[in-house]
């Protein structure tokens, strides 16, 4: 029999990796449920946080669970950390590139989540599926990122010609840094609001992002980005429309 050793979270270089416990956390706040994440608004104490603002993002992925998870050719990409894998690579690149806290949020780090959060998680947050997990990676940290809070609201396809050439630019700069968003959608584009707000249009969500390889040809990644770029003209083309008819 063959033991397989435990997968391991990705660790970026550049992203500071803390315990939930060590944030100082005094209140969370839901904001999105997905497929790969729960996303949560939590407040922290200055105390623990005095570099960074007490009003902030955790995003805690769930587990992947692969439809034969214990096959033998199982690799890392798509083990139980394949979600957070993917996107803390992304961040890592965009923030070497310095486009966190412009084009998508700034990171602040990697979080393990302590035992005592994460069932205060399940049981008085309501996330059922977290403990849920657990049947399946009973050993395993559950890991998330911490980032910014971004007020704002989704972009509406009604709201798209206002911002489109800023769509544009952004995913232009995305991709110069190295990364494939891997989900263009209304509900990935956050519109800064509130008052003295600059920020114009955040990209968010890189759970199904892809990051450029050492390996990878000109030729198959121009195809990759060419393939984004119109699924975003696609996007645009259909909210004009739609403008257009007057919905």
């Not at 407040?43 to 955790?58: A, N, W």
Request: hydrophobic share 35%.
């Amino acid at each position: 029999m063959t033991i397989r050793p435990r997968p391991e979270p990705f660790a970026p270089s550049n992203l500071p990796a803390f315990t939930s416990s060590g944030l100082g956390i005094t209140s969370w706040s839901p904001l999105d449920n997905g497929g790969h994440s729960f996303v949560l608004k939590i407040t922290t104490s200055p105390s623990f946080t005095s570099t960074t603002p007490t009003t902030s993002v955790l995003k805690i992925f769930r587990f992947y669970l692969a439809p034969h998870g214990d096959s033998p050719t199982a690799t890392a990409s798509t083990g139980p950390y394949h979600y957070y894998n993917l996107e803390s690579a992304a961040y890592s690149r965009l923030k070497h590139s310095r486009l966190t806290g412009t084009t998508v949020p700034e990171i602040y780090g990697v979080i393990h989540i302590t035992p005592e959060h994460e069932h205060h998680l399940a049981v008085s947050q309501g996330m059922k599926s977290l403990a849920g997990m657990r049947r399946h990676f009973r050993e395993l940290t559950v890991v998330g990122l911490w980032m910014e809070y971004v007020p704002g609201a989704r972009l509406l396809p009604r709201d798209a010609g206002r911002w489109a050439e800023e769509l544009r630019t952004g995913l232009t700069r995305i991709h110069a840094a190295g990364v494939v968003q891997g989900d263009i959608n209304w509900r990935n584009l956050i519109v800064g609001e509130g008052e003295g707000s600059e920020r114009g249009v955040a990209w968010v969500d890189f759970s199904t992002a892809r990051v450029r390889g050492e390996g990878e040809g000109e030729g198959e990644w121009e195809e990759r980005l060419d393939s984004e770029k119109g699924r975003l003209e696609g996007l645009l083309a259909r909210a004009g429309r739609r403008r257009g008819r007057g919905c």
